[in-house]
């Protein structure tokens, strides 16, 4: 008897992951499915995201963290311009020292163990083990400020600020960054927390009442549309915060609005938080399902890493695998009345 309710449990028996010098790396993260642990759920990670990709689910992308001081941004530029993410939230601070290096400049190596107010004195910022030259800094506050007296005088969603500054730092680089990428590929992006950012001091500067407005309720309206609108849809967070909540939020928000929506269908996270702090940053997706955020049956991991070593694998891995994989990204019919949106979807 006690045969017999073993193997049920015992399906698969864990392979040890061999060595092969001539391996790709999706070749290696498909054989680290057969082992455990988070080399495990890194595996179970990309095929979800692979699927995604296969199924006409539109796929948003949550980003928080310091990914682009830490060297994340082209690989999150080759998410965008090959349509791997539909829709992508992001922290400000991510998109302020995305347009800092648009605009030319550098983030520095450096070390983690250093006299902090030796590094004021020289007009540097720290952020762990990368430095960054405040006065360059500086630079890219002057360049959101003066951008921004340039539009008309009305509010913005921050999908509209973002996408005009995309055209407008397009015709200036030399590169494209996350910005200027998201605004030639038509993916929509949205910075829920863009005053928590020196996007935010920036536009701060201005004397006087009349500073720049966003409309963040319409960030909410429109988000919950694409969520709704979808076939179905998917979820990819790096790391947690305003981002991942603000996705998460779309189904509730949809279904509020007597949309018929039964929560998101696929989702991967790679977070290095634990969810026993209660925490969003760290919490599971089980739990999310509680609040109807993510489907009953939804195919989903949690890869508990730092997202500078997963990340660069993950995406590595999937766009092997994809290579020759025409994806056809599905039509975002937003319902806004503002003229960028007609200018973009229709």
Request: a neutral charge; one cysteine or more; proline letters at 3%.
């Amino acid at each position: 008897m006690a045969d017999k309710n073993r193997r049920k449990f015992l399906k698969r028996p864990v392979r040890p992951v061999e060595i092969d010098t001539g391996a790709s790396v999706e070749d290696l993260v498909k054989r680290m499915g057969d082992a455990a642990f988070q080399g495990r759920n890194l595996s179970i990670a990309v095929d979800i995201w692979e699927e995604m990709l296969k199924t006409r689910t539109t796929v948003f992308l949550g980003l928080a963290g310091a990914m682009v001081p830490a060297g994340m941004r082209e690989l999150l530029v080759y998410l965008i311009r090959n349509r791997y993410v539909d829709c992508l939230v992001s922290t400000g601070a991510n998109l302020f020292h995305d347009i800092h290096e648009t605009l030319g400049r550098h983030h520095w190596q450096g070390s983690h163990n250093m006299d902090d107010n030796a590094l004021k004195d020289a007009g540097i910022d720290r952020i762990y083990d990368v430095f960054a030259v405040e006065e360059e800094f500086n630079r890219a506050d002057r360049y959101i400020y003066e951008f921004a007296e340039g539009l008309e005088k009305r509010p913005y969603t921050t999908r509209e600020f973002l996408y005009l500054m995309g055209g407008d730092l397009s015709g200036k680089c030399r590169a494209d960054g996350i910005v200027t990428s998201a605004f030639r590929a038509r993916v929509p992006l949205y910075c829920p927390a863009v005053a928590d950012s020196s996007i935010g001091i920036a536009l701060a500067l201005k004397n006087g009442s009349d500073h720049f407005i966003f409309d963040m309720i319409g960030d909410v309206k429109e988000t919950a549309e694409i969520a709704a609108r979808a076939k179905s849809t998917g979820v990819v967070y790096v790391g947690g915060g305003t981002p991942k909540n603000f996705i998460q939020q779309t189904e509730v928000t949809a279904a509020l609005q007597c949309k018929d929506v039964a929560g998101h269908r696929y989702a991967v996270q790679v977070t290095a938080d634990s969810p026993h702090w209660g925490g969003l940053s760290g919490c599971t997706f089980e739990e999310a399902q509680s609040w109807g955020k993510i489907a009953r049956k939804a195919s989903h991991v949690t890869v508990n890493s730092d997202a500078t070593i997963a990340l660069p694998v993950i995406v590595t891995a999937l766009a092997q695998r994809m290579k020759g994989f025409k994806r056809k990204p599905p039509k975002l019919d937003l319902s806004a009345s503002d003229k960028v949106s007609r200018r973009i979807w229709e």
